[in-house]
């Protein structure tokens, strides 16, 4: 979770306790009492969301560490296909460019190469099993491609999750900061004559921002070079 988004979540949980404390016998059809409802459901938004964020940025990760292992499988079978597919050029001398691995590729052309050596080596199957390859290497081929695709889909779905959660945490944050700006307005009329309550909606309502870091002042300054 973002600093941003937790300081504004401290600061809706801080206006909703102020609310209650102050405003709980408004009328509900006020206008505080329908933006402190505004606050009330934005945070109730973003507990399902930071929530479902955080699932997905795991389940992404998790899907990554996945993706990649299945990847380096299919590899290493397209590997040994393509190395045996050099031994066979007796049989034609043309026959190893359509075993050709692509390395430094993406995904789908990984997939791309293994439905395409697939389909090319069952032709000459028992020639690859001649020369080492498991019988069912075909299979394995097959079973690798498919590990490799869902691996990638779900890849994608997590990812899609997280982005999701993130742009309605992002559009809630700024519906809550709006409703506290509104609220500021009301607040400050109300208590125009009570500084001690305003120091108090002050004090509820403030955002906290992250400082930039500053250099300390142990820190020895940059090498000046002498005057001329």
């Known amino acids: 979770m973002r600093d941003i988004v937790r300081f504004a979540i401290e600061a809706f949980l801080r206006v909703q306790a102020f609310g209650r404390e102050n405003f709980a016998g408004a009328d509900a059809s006020s206008f505080v009492a329908l933006k402190l409802a ?6 109730t938004a ?11 940025l795991s389940a992404a990760r998790q899907n990554t560490l996945k993706r990649a292992a299945a990847r380096r499988e299919l590899l290493r079978l397209l590997n040994a296909i393509s190395r045996t597919a050099r031994t066979m050029e007796e049989l034609d001398p043309t026959l190893f460019q359509k075993f050709r691995v692509p390395h430094g ?10 439905v395409s050596f697939s389909t090319a080596a069952r032709a000459v199957q028992a020639e690859f099993v001649k020369r080492g390859l498991p019988e069912n290497f075909i299979e394995q081929l097959e ?5 490799l695709r869902e691996a990638v889909a779900l890849k994608i779905e997590s990812r899609r999750s997280h982005v999701t959660a993130t742009a309605v945490i ?11 700006r509104q609220l500021d307005s009301f607040m400050r009329n109300t208590y125009a004559d009570e500084p001690a309550k305003l120091v108090a909606w ?3 309502s403030r955002v ?9 002042e142990e820190q020895p300054a940059p090498d000046t070079p002498p005057a001329g």
């Not at 590729?105 to 293994?114: K, N, R, S, T, Y």
């Open 170 to 180: 992002n559009n809630q944050v700024e519906r809550g900061l709006t409703a506290v």
């Open 46 to 56: 973003l507990e399902s969301y930071t929530g479902a964020q955080a699932a997905g």
């Open 208 to 216: 906290e921002r992250r400082t930039p870091r500053v250099q300390s």
């Open 38 to 43: 505004v606050i009330d459901s934005v945070l």
């Open 105 to 114: 590729e993406g995904d789908q052309a990984v997939l791309a190469a293994a």
């Open 143 to 147: 079973s690798r491609t498919e590990a």
């Open 202 to 204: 002050v004090s509820a």
